[in-house]
């Protein structure tokens, strides 16, 4: 069964204090894996999509990079606004199926 | 531009009862999807629609769920009758790309079913 894991659940981070959250997938012959940021009460807001190993891309403090297996949000000297759910999602294998969605790192950032 | 609208943004009903959300898409997104989020099963997918046309509705839980897209701008996701459990954020989202693209979501609507 194709899945997706998030981890770590939460992360509490000190402005300014840079960290990393990661994104495991199991779905084999990957075609895209793609980041979301989700503030509370509102629906998910894409980031980024990545297609290969090695694939990096960057927004602001955010950094997104790929390998064969996972993916990593790297956010740097993050401030208060960037606290906020970030979702990782892939392509089913079944051709024609929709994205995978993980359930997410909730991350707050505090001054 | 406007965005994704589902409407209403909060549900509030009893067990039994008929609960209709409504989407509007994008305006030229020819994909349109379901999805339903909990804080147990995270974000998952009910069914999603190419050009009016239901495509993967694999998601559906069960037969008391139903969704339809009569034309390009609306869609609707209706329960009847509505179950506790079917308490959840539901929101639509559409895509000019596909299933496998980057999808532009609505704000959700909260349904609670006591």
């Known amino acids: 069964e194709d899945q997706v894991t998030q981890s770590p659940e939460a992360l509490r981070l000190q402005e300014g204090e840079s960290s990393s959250l990661n994104c495991s997938y199991t779905v084999s012959g990957l075609r895209g894996l793609f980041w979301y940021r989700q503030d509370p009460g509102k629906g998910p807001e894409f980031l980024f999509t990545?297609?290969?190993a090695g694939e990096e891309k960057e927004k602001e403090r955010l950094k997104a990079t790929l390998t064969k297996k996972e993916s990593f949000l790297h956010i740097t000297a993050p401030k208060p606004e960037d606290s906020a759910t970030y979702l990782c999602a892939v392509p089913a294998n079944q051709a024609g199926t929709a994205l995978i969605f993980g359930k997410g790192t909730t991350l707050s950032v505090s001054s | 531009d406007a965005g994704v609208i589902q409407s209403p943004r909060h549900e509030v009903t009893e067990m039994g009862q008929e609960v209709t959300l409504r989407c509007k898409p994008i305006?030229?997104?020819?994909?349109l999807f379901w999805y339903r989020q909990t804080m147990m099963r995270g974000l998952e997918l009910l069914i999603y629609f190419n050009n009016n046309v239901p495509i993967d509705d694999s998601g559906m839980p069960e037969d008391r769920f139903s969704a339809k897209m009569p034309n390009a701008s609306f869609s609707t996701l209706k329960i009847q009758p509505s179950e506790p459990r079917d308490s959840a954020v539901y929101f639509c989202a559409s895509s000019p790309t596909g299933p496998r693209g980057e999808l532009f979501f609505g704000e959700g609507s909260r349904l609670t079913v006591l």
């Open positions: 305006s030229g997104h020819d994909y």
């Open positions: 990545l297609y290969s």
